[in-house]
């Protein structure tokens, strides 16, 4: 089989969904590998190491839809306007693996199905343990919550450390980071390597241990927040009451933080309002926001993404890519997932799709000229498939 490795497309997307170091994996697993020309450039990856560890290199984009496997880091659900082109190439019987937003754009999800590709979203990877090095939600979620907490370094007019100096002594940044997961664990343990003093809320109690294992602060509030997880371990979105409580308590935290990073997104949809205007006009001269939830809407009212917005004295970040800005190591961790998800489908130089496995069943979205997966289902308004009637299925692609 041949898998091919597409340059992105994608305005400012620098990552590469595999590195040369992966290569290896794949050609000894039987398959071939052919990469766009200057697909991992961006990231630091040139042509040459490429071809050092075995693949080949295509000079055409269109010479690789060829393939029987095509790997990107955004396929065209993620890609809207790029992926266009790509998807009148597609061919029945191809497999497309990558982040597709099935459930904020399944409209993208239909036109692949339709066809006749097989699409495999990652970002619906269920959390369980055996899943864990293919989850790439939370390695690009690592990167985010790293480079937010420097973002809002260089916007704070102050350093985060406290320091004793002979012109006197300083006292340390406040950081609060609203919402605990990977993302938020990920920006705690940052900022308080950065010496900030850190607090940090979220709606899930059983992460209070986390978040103090880093040397933070798990703030409480008395909410009752019964299922705000899913079984797949992803946040759930909770009613408007709740969000107005959690608001007003807020309120008295942000008064006296000086950076605040918000990481609350629930998949496929609009991100939760958590910080209103007047919360925003409450906070301290010179602070700064940064709103991971910024590609969803922003977890902000004042938000805007992709934009840097001050708001009297208080500067709002809405970055909406933040691993791409970190591309070598994002790629790094990516390719990772991305080529031990591929060799957990192929057995014997083939393709084998067991539909009742919960990794397969999770993110296949599209197969056999249809939508596969119940959520996206839900999402278009359609029957969801019966289940299969066999355990497994072979393809040959």
Same mark, same amino acid.
């Given at each position: 089989m041949?898998?091919?490795v597409?340059?992105?497309?994608?305005?400012?997307?620098?990552?590469v969904?595999l590195?040369p170091?992966?290569?290896p994996l794949l050609?000894n697993?039987?398959?071939?590998?052919?990469?766009?020309?200057?697909?991992g450039?961006?990231?630091?990856y040139?042509?040459?190491?490429y071809?050092?560890?075995g693949?080949?290199?295509a000079?055409?984009?269109?010479?690789?839809f060829?393939?029987?496997?095509l790997?990107?880091?955004r396929t065209?659900?993620m890609?809207?306007?790029?992926?266009?082109?790509?998807?009148?190439? $597609?061919r029945?019987?191809q497999?497309v693996?990558?982040?597709a937003?099935? $459930?904020?754009?399944?409209e993208?999800?239909?036109?692949?199905?339709?066809?006749?590709?097989?699409?495999?979203?990652?970002e619906?990877?269920?959390?369980?343990?055996r899943?864990?090095?293919?989850?790439?939600?939370?390695?690009?979620?690592?990167?985010?919550?790293y480079r937010?907490?420097?973002?809002g370094a $260089?916007?704070?007019?102050?350093?985060f450390?406290?320091m004793?100096?002979?012109?006197?002594t300083?006292?340390?940044?406040?950081?609060?980071?609203?919402?605990?997961?990977?993302?938020g664990?990920?920006a705690?343990?940052t900022?308080?390597?950065?010496?900030?003093?850190?607090?940090?809320?979220?709606v899930?109690?059983?992460?209070?241990?986390?978040v103090?294992?880093?040397?933070?602060k798990?703030?409480?509030?008395?909410?009752?927040?019964s299922?705000?997880?899913?079984?797949?371990?992803?946040?759930?979105?909770?009613?408007?009451e709740f969000?107005?409580?959690?608001?007003d308590?807020m309120?008295?935290?942000?008064?006296?933080t000086d950076?605040?990073?918000?990481?609350?997104?629930?998949?496929?949809?609009k991100a939760?309002?958590?910080?209103t205007?007047d919360?925003?006009?409450?906070?301290p001269?010179?602070?700064?926001?940064v709103?991971l939830?910024?590609e969803?809407?922003?977890?902000?009212?004042?938000?805007?993404p992709?934009?840097?917005?001050?708001?009297?004295?208080v500067?709002i $970040?809405?970055?909406?890519?933040?691993?791409?800005?970190?591309?070598?190591?994002a790629?790094?961790?990516?390719?990772?997932?991305?080529t031990?998800?591929?060799?957990?489908?192929i057995a014997?130089?083939q393709m084998?799709?067991?539909?009742?496995d919960?990794i397969?069943?999770?993110?296949?979205?599209?197969?056999?000229g249809?939508?596969?997966?119940?959520?996206?289902?839900e999402?278009?308004?359609?029957?969801p498939?019966?289940?299969?009637?066999?355990?497994?299925?072979?393809?040959?692609?």
């Amino acid at each position: 089989m041949i898998v091919a490795v597409l340059k992105e497309s994608f305005p400012n997307e620098q990552r590469v969904a595999l590195v040369p170091a992966s290569v290896p994996l794949l050609t000894n697993a039987g398959m071939k590998v052919v990469v766009q020309r200057g697909a991992g450039a961006l990231a630091g990856y040139s042509d040459d190491q490429y071809e050092a560890k075995g693949a080949g290199l295509a000079q055409e984009r269109t010479d690789l839809f060829s393939a029987d496997i095509l790997l990107s880091v955004r396929t065209s659900g993620m890609n809207p306007e790029a992926g266009k082109d790509d998807l009148a190439h $597609l061919r029945p019987g191809q497999t497309v693996i990558g982040m597709a937003d099935p $459930l904020g754009s399944p409209e993208w999800a239909r036109s692949m199905a339709e066809r006749g590709v097989s699409l495999f979203a990652l970002e619906l990877m269920p959390r369980i343990t055996r899943a864990q090095s293919m989850d790439v939600l939370s390695a690009m979620a690592i990167v985010a919550g790293y480079r937010a907490v420097l973002l809002g370094a $260089l916007a704070l007019p102050k350093m985060f450390p406290m320091m004793m100096t002979a012109a006197g002594t300083l006292s340390p940044a406040k950081v609060f980071v609203v919402g605990a997961g990977v993302a938020g664990l990920q920006a705690i343990a940052t900022a308080r390597r950065l010496g900030a003093v850190v607090s940090a809320y979220d709606v899930r109690p059983a992460v209070k241990e986390q978040v103090e294992s880093l040397g933070a602060k798990f703030v409480e509030w008395n909410l009752q927040a019964s299922g705000a997880e899913d079984q797949g371990g992803y946040a759930k979105q909770m009613d408007e009451e709740f969000y107005r409580k959690q608001r007003d308590m807020m309120t008295r935290v942000l008064a006296e933080t000086d950076l605040v990073i918000t990481t609350a997104a629930v998949p496929g949809k609009k991100a939760p309002t958590l910080v209103t205007s007047d919360m925003v006009a409450a906070m301290p001269p010179g602070s700064v926001l940064v709103d991971l939830a910024a590609e969803r809407g922003g977890n902000c009212e004042r938000t805007q993404p992709g934009k840097t917005v001050v708001e009297g004295n208080v500067t709002i $970040l809405g970055p909406t890519n933040l691993p791409s800005e970190v591309p070598f190591h994002a790629s790094q961790m990516y390719a990772k997932n991305i080529t031990t998800f591929l060799l957990y489908l192929i057995a014997d130089g083939q393709m084998k799709l067991d539909l009742e496995d919960e990794i397969v069943h999770d993110t296949l979205v599209a197969h056999d000229g249809r939508i596969v997966n119940p959520q996206v289902c839900e999402r278009l308004g359609i029957e969801p498939p019966a289940p299969a009637g066999a355990t497994s299925e072979e393809t040959s692609t």
